[in-house]
C-alpha cells in the first residue's frame, strides 16, 4: 500500500483499536493456485506481549480457501473504514485560484501475517465466545453463544475450521485531508458532516483541526 507520509499512521495501539472498530476484514491468500479473497470477520487478540498480535477467524468447511492455509502460509488481512469523495467545491481556496482537484478521504489498515488452520472444538468455540461478545457488548440484552443449545453448537462446530494469523507486519493509513491548509480542512470536514449517509459523517470525524479553526 502506498502511504504518503502525510497519511501515514504507525502507531500500534491506534492500528489495534481500528481493527477493533472495523473487524470486517478481507482474507487475501496469493499462491501458485492463484489469488482468492474471502470477507470474514476477526477477532484480535493483542494478549501476547511483544508482538503486533494474533487475527483469529473461522470459515466454513465447506470453503476450499483453508486447506490453501498450510502452516506457514503468509497472508494479508485488509481492514477498511469509513471513505468518502471529496468535492474540490468545499475548499475556500478554490476561490482564489481554482488549482483543486477531487480526492477521496478513506482509513485502510493492511495486516500481513502468518496463517495456520486450527480444528480444535474447543479453541473454535472459544472464538466463537470472543468473536460474538465483542458485538454484543453493546446491546441492551446482548446474546451469548451459550443460550443456544449445546448439541445444536456442537453440530456447527463440527462445520467450521478455525484460522489464526500471527501479524508479522502493519500498516496504516489514514487521508483525512492532513496535507490541507487548515481552512481546507475545515471546510472539508463541514461538506462532509453535510453529505447525505453515514460514511460522510464518519470520515468527518477523522478531520482534525487546529485550535482556532
Keep these: ?10 502507531d500500534t495501539q491506534t492500528l489495534h483499536q481500528y ?3 472495523y473487524s470486517f476484514g478481507l482474507l487475501v491468500v496469493a499462491d501458485a493456485n492463484g489469488i482468492e479473497a474471502n470477507h470474514v470477520p476477526f477477532h484480535l ?3 501476547e506481549s511483544g508482538t503486533l498480535g ?11 480457501v483453508w486447506q490453501r492455509l498450510g502452516e506457514g502460509t503468509k497472508v494479508l488481512v485488509v481492514f ?34 502468518i496463517a495456520k488452520t486450527i480444528e480444535d472444538s474447543a479453541w473454535l468455540l ?10 454484543e457488548s453493546a446491546m441492551s ?15 456447527l462446530l463440527n462445520a467450521i475450521v478455525g ?8 500498516k496504516g493509513k489514514l487521508k483525512a485531508s492532513q496535507n490541507q491548509p487548515a481552512r481546507n480542512k475545515a471546510g472539508v470536514k463541514a461538506g462532509l458532516a453535510e453529505v447525505e449517509g453515514k460514511a460522510g459523517h464518519a470520515m468527518s470525524e477523522f478531520i482534525k483541526l487546529e485550535p482556532g479553526v
Design 1 to 10: 500500500m502506498y502511504i504518503p507520509k502525510h497519511f501515514k499512521e504507525d
Design 19 to 21: 481493527i477493533r472498530d
Design 45 to 47: 487478540n493483542t494478549e
Design 54 to 64: 494474533r487475527l483469529q477467524c473461522h470459515v466454513a468447511r465447506s470453503n476450499p
Design 80 to 113: 477498511q473504514g469509513p471513505d468518502a469523495y471529496v468535492s474540490p467545491s468545499w475548499y475556500p481556496t478554490k476561490k482564489e485560484t481554482d488549482r483543486v482537484v477531487p480526492t477521496w478521504n478513506y482509513l485502510a489498515i493492511h495486516a500481513e501475517g
Design 126 to 135: 472459544r472464538q466463537l465466545h470472543a468473536l460474538t461478545d465483542q458485538h
Design 141 to 155: 440484552e446482548p446474546w451469548s453463544v451459550d443460550d443456544a443449545p449445546a448439541e445444536f453448537t456442537d453440530r
Design 163 to 170: 484460522v489464526e494469523i500471527e501479524i508479522t507486519a502493519l
